[in-house]
């Protein structure tokens, strides 16, 4: 069983910036591939954007790619999202997740965070 807390989140201006971190307990992230998924009032929960295991491969949602920044610590057993120039359309809740294997879709994911609120204000 893995754990996932998420902290970070916040009311920004747009175009500010905010970093996000995932913190697990329980097992080793090393084995996991990691994702950060959102979902904004009245939406399906949709991809964000996802590492490997090592942090050798990283993926993009089009709609952050040039903003976000993911990345991961084995060491600390943490992952993490650099969030710079965000927009109204950002504002959602942010979840962390942990996969097997990499993946854009929310179903190959098996351990999520509770979330944590990430508000753009224009």
């Known amino acids: 069983q893995v754990h996932l807390v998420e902290s970070g989140g916040g009311l920004v201006q747009a175009g500010g910036s905010l970093r996000l971190s995932c913190g697990a307990s329980?097992?080793?992230?090393?084995?996991?591939?990691m994702g950060w998924f959102r979902q904004a009032p009245g939406k399906e929960r949709e991809f964000v954007a996802a590492i490997s295991w090592n942090g050798g491969r990283t993926t993009y949602a089009d709609s952050v790619k040039g903003r976000f920044i993911i990345s991961r610590d084995n060491n600390k057993n943490m992952q993490y999202l650099q969030m710079n120039s965000l927009k109204p359309e950002d504002t959602a809740v942010y979840y962390c997740?942990?996969?097997?294997?990499?993946?854009?879709?929310?179903?190959?994911?098996?351990?999520w965070g509770q979330g944590t609120q990430v508000t753009v204000s224009s």
């Open positions: 997740a942990a996969s097997p294997r990499g993946s854009m879709s929310k179903d190959d994911y098996n351990y």
């Open positions: 329980g097992r080793t992230l090393s084995s996991y591939a």
